[in-house]
């Protein structure tokens, strides 16, 4: 079985910060590939962040230099800090494992003033 439980989401003015966690309860947890992706009706699902077993990272472009994603092995814990919120950032968002492909339940995000 494979569990991702996100969580730290909610509701932020823009501009503000909130710091989002994935707990994982998979295997080797330690060599995954973990990533967070963002949904909303207009868009669909989109790739937001992405952390490979070696610790490097890639971002879309609209996120780069505001959103840092981060991992903790002994923790088997994912994060996304995301900083200076826009509006535009308003979404569902999902932590994603390479994994069996699986996907959390996903965190509402809503940035608003």
């Known amino acids: 079985q494979v569990q991702l439980v996100e969580s730290g989401g909610g509701l932020v003015q823009p501009g503000g910060s909130l710091r989002l966690s994935c707990a994982a309860s998979?295997?080797?947890?330690?060599?995954?590939?973990m990533a967070w992706y963002r949904q909303t009706p207009e868009k669909g699902r989109e790739f937001v962040a992405l952390?490979?077993?070696?610790?490097?990272?890639n971002y879309t472009d609209s996120v780069k230099g505001r959103f840092t994603i981060s991992r903790d092995n002994a923790k088997n814990t994912v994060y996304l800090q995301m900083n200076n919120l826009k509006p535009e950032d308003t979404a569902v968002y999902y932590c994603?494992?390479?994994?069996?492909?699986?996907w959390g339940q996903g965190t509402q995000v809503t940035v608003s003033s």
């Open positions: 994603y494992t390479d994994y069996l492909n699986a």
């Open positions: 998979i295997s080797n947890f330690r060599l995954s590939v």
């Open positions: 952390i490979r077993d070696s610790g490097s990272t």
